[in-house]
């Protein structure tokens, strides 16, 4: 007999009923997890209702009309359909889109948000993707075909500290989301080739406490270093979200995120005058 496969709501039951059994559910760390469940369910009907209103062209932000998914590779979709997604990085990726990078390389290109949408915004730039998971490899060559910019995005396997070295005499951004395990890839004193390299890391604090601290650190001696945090930002929704919930339109622009994921934007600082030196949290002095 064949078992048909559950439908999603089915799951999250099964996956609620399994935590209100569990001692610690009415705990508020208990409470918190069903929260969190509850809400990437209703996140995932929302991805549904965006594309059915939409499609699956991006409407907005700083790579509008890239042609995507219907659903992400390690998260909702909707905030990257919406064109809010990582809003906090979008006034700093039209910087770089007019800078004069000839490269990106893109460490934890998931499915190639960035590495394709970065593509198609710098025409003259090569992308080299990296990925440790294979499916993520297939999404992001898949992507970058549907976009017309395979012939200049390279999708490879994983990123190993010595590699930087490959990029130390080119004009290279080196873009960083890695879950955490930049802690032991963004080392100067181990990989010197770093010293010449831009970077825009995404820093997983929530996962490794005071990460983004330690990386600052590392990087103070010959980087000027801008620290960028997470901001929710609401965009103008498509007409169906009028007749939604205050909360499902919150949910619309939710990512996932467990805790603190502030990104450091660190240039070498040969690269700027004394003018142009930030403090470690941005703002003015």
């Known amino acids: 007999m064949v078992t048909s496969p559950k439908s999603l709501e089915q799951e999250v039951a099964d ?22 469940l509850l809400a990437k369910w209703r996140s995932q009907l929302i991805d549904r209702a965006v594309v059915a209103w939409q499609g699956t062209v991006i409407q907005g932000g700083p790579f509008k009309g890239m042609r995507y998914f219907a659903t992400a590779t390690e998260s909702n979709v909707s905030p990257k359909l919406l064109g809010n997604y990582e809003a906090e990085l979008q006034s700093l990726i039209e910087e770089i889109v007019t800078s004069n990078f000839d490269c990106i390389v893109n460490i934890g290109c998931a499915d190639g948000y960035y590495a394709v949408g970065f593509a198609r915004r710098m025409s003259n730039v090569q992308v080299f993707a990296f990925d440790t998971d294979p499916e993520a490899r297939r999404k992001c060559s898949e992507l970058a075909e549907m976009n017309g910019v395979a012939d200049r995005v390279t999708v490879a396997g994983e990123f190993r500290g010595d590699d930087f070295q490959d990029y130390v005499d080119r004009r290279a951004l080196v873009f960083v989301d890695i879950e955490g395990a930049e802690d032991d890839l963004l080392l100067p004193d181990i990989y010197p080739a770093l010293r010449n390299l831009t970077i825009l890391v995404e820093c997983h604090d929530a996962v490794k406490p005071r990460l983004s601290e330690r990386i600052a650190e590392h990087f103070a001696s010959n980087h000027v270093v801008r620290k960028i945090q997470p901001q929710l930002r609401c965009p103008t929704l498509p007409s169906g979200f009028s007749k939604t919930s205050h909360l499902d339109q919150l949910l619309s622009v939710w990512e996932w995120r467990l805790g603190p994921t502030p990104w450091l934007y660190l240039k070498p600082s040969r690269d700027h005058s004394a003018a142009e030196l930030r403090p470690l949290d941005g703002r003015a002095g």
């Open 15 to 36: 996956s609620l009923t399994k935590l209100m059994t569990h001692p610690e559910f009415a705990t508020v760390a208990g409470l918190n997890r069903a929260l969190r």
